[in-house]
């Protein structure tokens, strides 16, 4: 493991504490880490809105992000189990669940999945997300990789916890709500951009990304500005 990077990743997810981050980007940065770091085939992030329903507001790629709606859509899975419960969901071989989880564990092996860790966003009794990382092989996962990724999760909550006084669930769930409206026009930039440039949505997702971070803007606020044409965007609507 590149201890260099996982410091790096700590000092990122905690540097939002004080930062007015962009939440989007900051779960993706989670997610892309997890893969890189801790060994993972894909990650994703889902977090409860303001009615305590389960979103999915990250993932590190398309396919798992369509994995994570079905979970939704289906109401059975590890990652929902992980967040009503507040516990891990550790699976080494999801044929194991399959009496269990009958149509997620169907549905994850058709997608390359074989093996799952569904870990609790959580601070004290109050759980607000999962997050979820899938293997490609089904086996032992490595003895460190599960208290580190729930060390990263466990941070950033904290990052997500940050703002809140007083009036604690308002603010959160204020916060959570701007996100998933965020979520909603970056995925319509997304298909927007893709159909322009004839790539995929992952390919996408990336440009965007890019392009926010280059010009030093926040991804949603590109995002509007690239869905109502009200800006130039040189290089992006080209």
Not at 76 to 95: H, M, Q, S, Y
Not at 175 to 201: C, F, P, T, Y
Not at 217 to 229: E, N
């Given at each position: 493991?590149?201890?260099?990077?996982?410091?790096?990743?700590?000092?990122?997810?905690?540097?939002?504490?004080?930062?007015?981050?962009?939440?989007?980007?900051?779960?993706?940065?989670?997610?892309?880490?997890?893969?890189?770091?801790?060994?993972?085939?894909?990650?994703g992030?889902?977090?409860?809105?303001?009615?305590?329903?389960?979103?999915?507001?990250?993932?590190?790629?398309?396919?798992?992000?369509?994995?994570?709606?079905?979970?939704?859509?289906?109401?059975?899975?590890?990652?929902?189990?992980?967040?009503?419960?507040?516990a891990?969901?550790?699976?080494?071989?999801?044929?194991?669940?399959?009496?269990?989880?009958?149509?997620?564990?169907a549905?994850?092996?058709?997608?390359?999945?074989?093996?799952?860790?569904?870990?609790?966003?959580?601070?004290?009794?109050?759980?607000?997300?999962?997050?979820?990382?899938f293997?490609?092989?089904?086996?032992?996962?490595?003895?460190?990789?599960?208290?580190?990724?729930?060390?990263?999760?466990?941070?950033?909550t904290?990052?997500?916890?940050?703002?809140?006084?007083?009036?604690?669930?308002?603010?959160?769930?204020?916060?959570?709500?701007?996100?998933?409206?965020?979520?909603?026009?970056?995925?319509?930039?997304?298909?927007?951009?893709?159909?322009?440039?004839?790539?995929?949505?992952?390919?996408?997702?990336?440009?965007?990304?890019?392009?926010?971070?280059?010009?030093?803007?926040?991804?949603?606020?590109?995002?509007?500005?690239?869905?109502?044409?009200?800006?130039?965007?040189?290089?992006l609507r080209?």
């Amino acid at each position: 493991m590149n201890q260099r990077l996982l410091a790096k990743t700590f000092v990122e997810l905690a540097d939002n504490l004080v930062a007015d981050f962009d939440l989007i980007d900051f779960l993706r940065l989670l997610t892309d880490r997890c893969v890189g770091m801790l060994g993972a085939s894909a990650a994703g992030v889902l977090l409860a809105d303001r009615d305590g329903e389960l979103r999915v507001m990250a993932a590190s790629d398309e396919q798992v992000r369509l994995l994570e709606l079905f979970q939704l859509q289906n109401d059975e899975g590890p990652c929902l189990d992980c967040f009503r419960t507040g516990a891990p969901v550790i699976v080494a071989n999801l044929r194991g669940e399959a009496d269990r989880w009958p149509r997620f564990v169907a549905t994850a092996h058709r997608s390359g999945f074989g093996a799952v860790q569904a870990l609790p966003m959580r601070l004290r009794d109050e759980v607000v997300g999962a997050l979820n990382l899938f293997h490609a092989t089904p086996g032992p996962f490595e003895p460190d990789a599960t208290p580190l990724a729930q060390a990263l999760a466990d941070v950033a909550t904290i990052s997500l916890l940050q703002q809140r006084t007083a009036h604690r669930s308002t603010v959160l769930n204020e916060q959570l709500q701007s996100a998933l409206n965020s979520r909603v026009l970056i995925e319509q930039a997304k298909g927007k951009l893709a159909e322009r440039r004839g790539i995929d949505m992952e390919q996408a997702f990336t440009t965007l990304r890019g392009y926010a971070r280059a010009h030093n803007r926040r991804l949603s606020d590109l995002a509007r500005a690239f869905i109502d044409d009200s800006e130039a965007l040189p290089g992006l609507r080209s």
